[in-house]
Each structure stands twice: as C-alpha cells, then as structure tokens.
C-alpha cells in the first residue's frame, strides 16, 4: 500500500514543493502517493501550511501526523479536531534568513546607521559608534531561530542575553529563564530582540511593565510574532521616548491596516511578515525525513507540545 500524503497550501506552491518532495521520497524509499487532492479517510500525512485551508481534522481518519510548513503554528496548535501528532518546520534555510534579518536590524541600531543614511545635511560630527562588545542586546526565545540568531550576534561580540522557558547552556550567551530572568534581561538590554512562539504564556511579554524596565532609548526588534507585545503600550513607550525605535515584522493583523498608527510612527520601522521564509529545497527535506522516520516508527522531528502550544 503506497502512504498517501495531502499537499495542503497556497496552490503556488504546489509546483514548488510537488518535484522536491517526490525526489526526496523516492530517496527515501517510500512507495507513495502525493497529491493535493485525497479523500480524507486516505491521508496518512499532510504537508500542511495553515492558509492552505484544512480546519477540521474529523474525517481524517488515520492521519498519522501533520507536518507543519511554518516555524509558527499557533493556528493549528489549538485546532482540537486534529489528534495525530503536529511537527512543526525547523529548516536550516529559514534559520539562516532569520539570522541574517535579525544580525542586520541589530547592526542598524547598533552602527547608527539611519543618523547618517537620513542626515545628508552637511554637519560633521565624527562620533564613532562603540563596539559590540559594549553594546548589549537580548534575545527573548532561544529555540531554532533564537539562538541561532543569538549565536551569530555573540561571534560578532555582542554582549548577548537570553531568555527561554526552560534552563539553557549555551557558549557565548547568558542564559536567563522564568518570570526573574525576564526582569533581568530587560533590565540591561539595549536591544531586544523577539523570537518568541504566539502562546497564551507569551502574549504581551512586552506590555507597560517590562517596557518600563528597559533602559531608557532602547529599540525592540520583532520577527517573532504580533501578539506578543502590547501595541498600545509599545506607541505610549515610543511616544515618551523611553523607546528609542521598533522594527516591527509581525502584527497582530497582517496585512498591517494602512490606518495603523505604527505605520506613521518616525520611530517605527514596519517590515512585511518578510524576516524570513521556509525555503522550500531544505523544508522538503526536513517533511520527506518525517515522514521517512513515520514509516519506520522512529520518533518525528520537531514535534509540537500541543499543551504548551509551541
Ligand atoms: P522554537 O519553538 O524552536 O523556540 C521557541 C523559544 O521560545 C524556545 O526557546 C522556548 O523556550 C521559548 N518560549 C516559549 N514559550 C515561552 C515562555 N512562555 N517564556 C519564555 N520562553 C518561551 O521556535 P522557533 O525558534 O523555530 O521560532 C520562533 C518563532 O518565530 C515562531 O514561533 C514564529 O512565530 C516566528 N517566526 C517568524 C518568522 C518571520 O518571518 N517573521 C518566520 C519563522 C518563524 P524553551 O527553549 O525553554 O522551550
């Protein structure tokens, strides 16, 4: 019997996905059917991205997982139709993206750069920015994007925090966690960055309290997701000044509405949901080898703790 595996998502992606997941399988050994059309009572896995439309997992029957492909699954994590297991997308090519968006947008802060790209006005005043090594940034959320993100920021010296659920040793980066380790990595961050999963636990990590304990003038860079700032608090926060500038990828409503204040705001900068992306050569791989390891009743990579929802 060939496993039967649903293509779920944007149908442009079809013609992306449908060569790479069929020569990754074939590698694999599999005998398959791959599709994105199945009955449902046929599917024993799905390749599924949550604008491809699936809602109600009733009638699939024997699925036996769901292969996210998102980082983020904050909109399936809770679906209680869906039983089987839920792995989530950790691909070296979105990594790697998210990396080289969060190293640039600290360096921009760090460097200055914006008094000298927007201040063509003729004034001469040769302050040379400090080193990274006196500039201390925090990463909030120390998973596949964290700290990899964090791991990059501390070879190119930066003084580097970071805050997660649980317990972490990582080389090179202070390790916080728990409601303290939060308060003490605000407290000295001059610029914080958040890679943190959309969960009931996390919404608002920025609000009035924890922005109030940052140091005066720094900047929040956010690829993570929108909820997890309070937006009136973080416009109350710029509007004061006790926010020097945020740049803001995710929001709590995509596309962000043209009426929002945070589009006009002089110390915002708004990115389109374009931190980074799942690249599909290496995703395919991470889906083919799930469903690889499903067959040979080896453990999934990456599942999601449906509780905790991350
Ligand atoms: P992971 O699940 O690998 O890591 C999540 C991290 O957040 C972990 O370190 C986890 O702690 C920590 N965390 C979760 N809940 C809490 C909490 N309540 N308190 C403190 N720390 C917490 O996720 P990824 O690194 O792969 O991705 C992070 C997020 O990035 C995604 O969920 C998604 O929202 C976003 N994203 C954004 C993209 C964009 O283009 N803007 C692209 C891709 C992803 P612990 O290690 O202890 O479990």
């Known amino acids: 019997m060939p496993v039967n595996i649903l293509f779920s998502a944007r149908p442009e992606l079809w013609p992306v996905y449908q060569p790479l ?17 199945l009955a449902p009572d046929q599917v024993d896995y799905a390749a599924y991205a949550p604008n491809g439309g699936l809602l109600d997992f009733t009638p699939y029957s024997r699925l036996k997982a769901v292969l996210s492909l998102w980082a983020g699954v904050e909109t399936i994590a809770g679906n209680t139709t869906l039983t089987a297991p839920l792995a989530r997308m950790v ?51 120390l998973g596949a994007l964290g700290e990899a993100a964090a791991q990059a ?20 980066i202070t390790c916080l966690h728990g409601d303290d380790g939060l308060q003490h990595a605000l407290s000295r961050a001059e610029i914080v960055v958040l890679l943190l999963p ?53 929001f709590r409503v995509e596309p962000l509405p043209a009426d929002h204040p945070y589009w006009a705001h002089p110390n915002v900068t ?26 040979a009743g080896e453990p999934f990579l990456h599942l999601v703790d449906r509780n905790l929802g991350y």
Not at 209 to 214: K, M
Not at 275 to 293: D, F, G, H, K, L
Request: net charge negative; aromatic share 4%.
């Open 91 to 141: 691909d070296h090519g979105l990594t790697q993206g998210m990396t080289e968006w969060v190293v640039g947008h600290v360096l921009r802060y760090h460097l200055g750069m914006d008094r000298h790209i927007t201040a063509q006005d003729g004034v001469w005043i040769p302050d040379a920015p400090p080193l990274a090594t006196e500039r201390r940034v925090c990463v909030l959320g």
């Open 21 to 37: 997941l069929t020569k990754g399988l074939s590698e694999a050994g599999l005998d398959f059917n791959l599709a994105t059309e």
């Open 198 to 250: 959309d969960t009931p636990a996390t919404e608002n990590t920025l609000n009035a309290d924890t922005l109030a304990l940052l140091p005066k003038g720094a900047c929040i860079i956010n690829p993570g997701r929108g909820p997890l700032i309070d937006d009136e608090a973080l416009l109350a926060a710029l509007n004061t000044g006790h926010i020097g500038h945020a740049t803001l990828d995710v």
């Open 153 to 172: 920021l501390a070879a190119l010296g930066f003084n580097v925090t970071g805050w997660s659920r649980s317990a972490k040793d990582i080389p090179g």
């Open 270 to 295: 708004v990115t389109p949901h374009i931190a980074s992306e799942t690249r599909p050569t290496t995703a395919a791989q991470v889906i083919c080898e799930n469903i690889r390891r499903g067959e």
